[in-house]
């Protein structure tokens, strides 16, 4: 295996060959073949907590952003000017044109006051308003029913209300019951309450309004069908660009008197919050690395000083220096293999318990399981190299009387 006879050229190793020398430390010395690996494990463990556990409270917190509607866009008539500027009937429908357009919907002021019954003062508004309301209102805005169910297409063109959140509690209602649904009288007769909403953080006007069907509004209130405010849906990534060109789509001949609101500041937040946690990620990751490349040296290098005797018979009986340095070097990447792959597992695991835990979605990014398996085999390389060198320097005299 390691020289020919009559002391030719040393016979190359082959891969198992190989495996097997590296193997021959580990497996002679199990207890620190173990803590070895333990040390690594940890490291490996480490990084991929400190990257899991910050990703799924990052996703949590996006998720938690994205709700608020941070991809939001609203478009309405520039106001107090003469004549009135008017948007086209369709206008959420050619909104939706536009590509990057997820969702769209419209609103539109009926001009019409909404009383807790008919006994009430009719010019007390309670500083509510009465809006005919598209289908997909609450898609587009990330809206949710509190209580009650919401306005649907069965519902457009009869006479039943949506109570925005803020509405609700000045009308006087915390609830909708489904068998003695309440009402309320907007204009000259009583509408149905069907639904509560929850608080809409990004779009206030909405929670001080009661919303009716488009339908419903068109036939009992007379509406005259033109939206004052158009909501969008858009990704992210091109949210910019379609706030450029909404007005021109709402109003070719006009866009000017179209103006269109800024993306929120929430945005901006989930924005920067993001490109934090990457720069976050990758320092916790080279530190933890580093932590455990430093473990494995230590460990190999002690091995080589402890192994001098082995190393010398090895010489002795024909191995060259290559050999023992591929041995040695082998050992040290095997055992940062092991380490690599039981700290990945136990770090994945670790993860996904505590991120349950904290009701999180669970977030392992593949990058960092599969990153720091490959940087454990990278640390058992660069820890090594130098006590792989240092052994194959012993000389068979000089190791083999080593006391």
């Known amino acids: 295996m390691n020289a020919t006879p009559g002391g030719g050229r040393p016979t190359r190793l082959a891969p198992v060959d190989v495996l097997r020398l590296g193997l021959l430390g580990i497996t002679t010395r199990r207890m620190r073949a173990v803590l070895s690996a333990l040390g690594i494990s940890i490291g490996i463990a480490t990084l991929v907590v400190v990257v899991g556990i910050p990703a799924s409270s990052h996703r ?113 209602f915390d609830s909708v019951d489904p068998r003695q649904p309440p009402q309320v009288f907007i204009g000259e007769r009583w509408f149905t309450v069907i639904g509560i909403l929850d608080p809409l953080p990004l779009s206030p006007d909405l929670d001080r309004s009661v919303l009716v069907g488009w339908d419903a509004a068109t036939a009992m209130l007379g509406f005259d069908g033109h939206p004052t405010v158009v909501y969008l849906r858009a990704r992210e990534d091109a949210l910019e660009d379609v706030r450029a060109v909404l007005p021109a789509t709402l109003n070719p001949q006009l866009p000017g008197l179209v103006q269109v609101s800024r993306p929120s ?30 473990g494995v040296a230590n460990t190999m290098v002690i091995s080589v000083l402890e192994r001098r005797r082995e190393i010398g018979l090895r010489r002795a009986l024909g191995a060259n220096r290559g050999q023992i340095r591929v041995q040695f070097l082998t050992e040290s990447v095997l055992l940062s293999a092991l380490g690599g792959t039981a700290g990945a597992a136990l770090g994945l695991l670790a993860t996904i318990g505590y991120a349950s835990y904290q009701g999180w979605p669970p977030t392992v990014p593949v990058i960092a399981v599969l990153g720091g398996v490959a940087g454990a085999l990278l640390v058992g390389v660069v820890a090594g190299v130098y006590p792989s060198i240092q052994a194959a320097r012993q000389t068979p005299t000089k190791a083999l009387n080593t006391p």
């Open 265 to 294: 500041d929430a945005l901006a937040a989930k924005r920067a919050t993001e490109n934090s946690f990457s720069a976050l990620f990758l320092g916790l990751a080279a530190v933890a690395l580093l932590v455990g490349g430093i």
């Open 60 to 172: 949590d917190l996006m998720d938690q952003l994205s709700a608020l509607g941070t991809n939001l866009l609203r478009a309405e008539p520039v106001p107090d000017q003469n004549p009135q500027v008017l948007l086209p009937g369709d206008a959420d429908a050619m909104a939706k044109r536009i590509g990057p357009v997820l969702t769209a919907s419209a609103v539109a002021n009926t001009h019409t006051v909404v009383r807790r019954n008919d006994l009430v003062d009719r010019y007390d508004t309670s500083g509510l308003s009465v809006l005919a309301s598209r289908p997909g209102l609450l898609e587009t805005v990330n809206g949710r029913v509190r209580s009650g169910r919401p306005l649907d297409a069965g519902t457009a063109g009869l006479p039943t209300a949506v109570l925005g959140y803020v509405a609700a509690g000045r009308l006087g």
